[in-house]
């Protein structure tokens, strides 16, 4: 086996580039992930230092990064606690819906895009980072408020609504008609349901196949199967993402509390490597132009988060500083906004231009906007 | 009183409850098994909780234990009255006891009176529901669930020198 010397080299730089960024940024309290989306800026087509001998692996490390990422996030959930948030607040997720992809929709309709463009940038304006905010909140001690279940019913409901965009808007990207789009959505949802059914009553079934009491096994165990079925997801246009998200929702109980532990570290590395990979694949002369548009964007759909937060807090009968609260630490965008870039940005120039910097701006701003309303 | 409990998704448990002060308490139990205290007093910002302290799973015990050792002696009370028949008693060990220093199991207070040994008070600590290893230390004080004769019979067994 002939190891690259030069591959080992730029991707231990890269690491420590990275360390060197995201140990500054949390320093200030902020989430690390804008300054590897500049990292990869720096690195790529048109970049300062092009990484020709690691980008390959970047990019493999990417998808790697996606499934993790989702795998990791549907081991944080059960299916009590999307049953608790739906139940009390449906109404707020339909505020959520309705207030924020729709200035993301009409923005890529100013743009011209196309209809697969306007879709995902309605995602992208949607969907709130439930990794930075979760983080956020644990941070300011605000877990012991009164808003926060608001908060956290209104990412877990994003979250779960994942599961029937993702598809919809790879069968869409990947060129599929709108009706093979819906088929997918509702075998998406299909699967959805399968999941909770075999979570509620077979999980521990499930469990005690892929526990194993060495950590070993149990990472190689979660993690083939995962793989495997993110790709069967993806073979069939379902997104390999949804594929990790419904494993990470199947399991439960004590394995998911020890898949999550052993996961982890590698979900953090190949996160990181995915975020550097979105910045490595946009030219930054391309991003100038529309850096305008992205901050209008930003600024507008900070705004409806902040009522979106204040409607749903006020359903939990937070008062005025409460839903402030709520308001803004909903605005922070991230890796769920970055995924949906990574899906569709092969097909469409312009909205990777758009939304990367659209992310950018508001996974910085969201966590200052949250520190500083009291 | 009333204890309310909210589900935070991703999080764990939050436990909330006003005492008689109007002070409004609240405990998150997280999933990985710590604690944190909240104590909400602003009443400009009510929905605003101020954290007080973190614990950790085995300092959540030992604070558990200290809160509900008295109650604990008052719950097996209740339950004898329940139970015709039933009665708890407390049986000290003298330091001249040959149980002294050895563990519960080898009294088989259990087999030769038919009465449990339920908790084990030492000092101020309360030690429920002790199993067969734990050691028995002169001067506990067992906890003794059963028939007055059976609470007897631990007493006898345990007085022998």
Known sequence: MAISAPLLLELGAILLVLTVLGSAARRFGLSPIPLYLLTGLFLGTGGVAPVDAAADFVQ?????????????????????????????????AGVDLVLNATPGALAGWLLGLDAVGIL????????????IIARLLGDLDRLGNRETPAVLSVLVLEDFAMAAYLPLLTVLASGGTVLQALVWMAVALAALGLAFTVSFRWGHHVGRVLGHPEDEQLLLRVLGLTLILAAIAEELHASAAVGAFLVGLTLTGPVADRARSVLTPLRDLFAAIFFVAIGLTIDP?????????????????????????????????????????????????????????????????????????????????????ARFTR | MDVKETLLPGVGLRYEFSNADGDRLSVIAYRKGDFEVFLCTTPADPDKARKLFRLSEREADALAQILGAPRMVESYADLTKEVPGLSAGQVPVPPTSRYASRPLGDTKARTLTGASIVAIVRGDQVMASPGPDELIEPHDVLVVIGTDDGIAGVRQLIDQG
């Open chain 1, 285 to 369: 002369a391309d991003l100038l132009p529309m850096l305008p548009v992205a901050l209008a964007l930003a600024a507008v759909t900070a705004l409806t988060k902040v009522i979106t937060g204040a409607y749903a807090a006020r359903r939990e009968g937070a008062a005025r500083p409460g839903q402030r609260r709520a308001g803004t630490a909903l605005i922070a965008r991230g890796e769920f906004s970055l995924v949906i870039i990574g899906l569709a940005s092969t097909s469409i120039g312009t909205l990777s231009a758009v939304a990367t910097p659209y992310v950018f701006i508001l996974a910085i701003a969201g966590p200052v906007l």
């Open chain 1, 120 to 131: 995902a940038l309605a995602g992208i304006t949607y969907i709130s980072s439930s990794g």
């Open chain 1, 60 to 92: 493999t490390g990417a998808s790697i990064g996606v499934v993790l990422l989702l795998l990791t996030l549907g081991l944080e959930f059960s299916i009590g606690e999307f049953a608790t948030s739906l139940r009390r607040h449906l109404p707020s």
